[in-house]
């Protein structure tokens, strides 16, 4: 199965911040489908970018997705306090589907 | 508006099994397959399996292969997943999330439900 390592564990930032998250395959993900998730504590995950970079219906312009192959980012331009939670990708081209194992966001 | 209302928390024994349910609204359920993912608390999210939304066809993860099986009740809109013999390690929120097809990303969740295994 396609691993996924994200980095870095934790990112340490202000608000009005700019975030880059990474997300590294084992092998390159078939078709670029390679999804980001956002996910507040007791709350499910929710879909920011889908095939590796469009944005899911209702996410703000500031979240982008980027990358192809083994090599992809979430970049969010300007945080807002909302925006400090735990990001996940997630691999959909090669089954089995295969998540990161996050990245926490949170103020510096 | 899509909604995903998933049954409530479980605590089982050991070697029990658990069935929770998921229930769509706000889409035309034939339209879209259901996938099941789980959290283990305080940790990442792992994919379990997915069923069509139109025609019961289902893939499952061989990590539980076996053990899981995934079911849709069409006239009711309703999908089912069942974890049998289990294990204290299996302790975990379950989500359901639909997806267009089997190779998709997951555009709405339910609101998960926690599985708890303790003797």
């Known amino acids: 199965e396609i691993v996924l390592t994200q980095s870095p564990a934790t990112l340490s930032l202000s608000p009005g911040g700019r975030a880059t998250l990474s997300c590294g395959a084992s092998?390159?993900?078939?078709?670029?489908?390679l999804a980001w998730y956002q996910q507040k504590p007791g709350l499910a995950p929710r879909l920011l970018i889908y095939d590796a970079s469009s944005r899911a219906t209702g996410i703000p312009d500031r979240f982008s997705g980027s990358g192809s192959g083994t090599d992809f980012t979430l970049t969010i331009s300007r945080l807002e306090p909302e925006d400090f939670a735990v990001y996940y990708c997630?691999?959909?081209?090669?089954?089995?589907?295969?998540f990161g194992q996050g990245t926490k966001v949170d103020i510096k | 508006q899509v909604h995903l209302v998933q049954s409530g928390a479980e605590v089982k024994e050991p070697g029990a099994s658990v069935k929770v349910s998921c229930k769509a609204s706000?889409?035309?359920?034939?339209?879209?397959?259901i996938s099941w993912v789980r959290q283990v608390p305080g940790q990442g999210l792992e994919w379990m399996g997915w069923?069509?939304?139109?025609?019961?066809?289902?893939d499952y993860s061989q990590k539980f292969q076996g053990r899981v099986t995934v079911t849709t009740e069409i006239s009711t809109g309703t999908a089912y997943m069942e974890l049998r013999s289990l294990r204290n390690d299996d302790t975990a929120v379950y989500y359901c999330a639909r997806v267009r097809w089997a190779a998709d990303a997951f555009d709405y969740w339910g609101q998960g439900t926690l599985v708890t295994v303790s003797s």
């Open positions: 069923i069509s939304g139109y025609n019961y066809r289902t």
């Open positions: 092998q390159s993900v078939s078709n670029n489908y």
């Open positions: 997630q691999q959909y081209g090669t089954a089995p589907s295969t």
């Open positions: 706000g889409y035309t359920f034939v339209s879209y397959g």
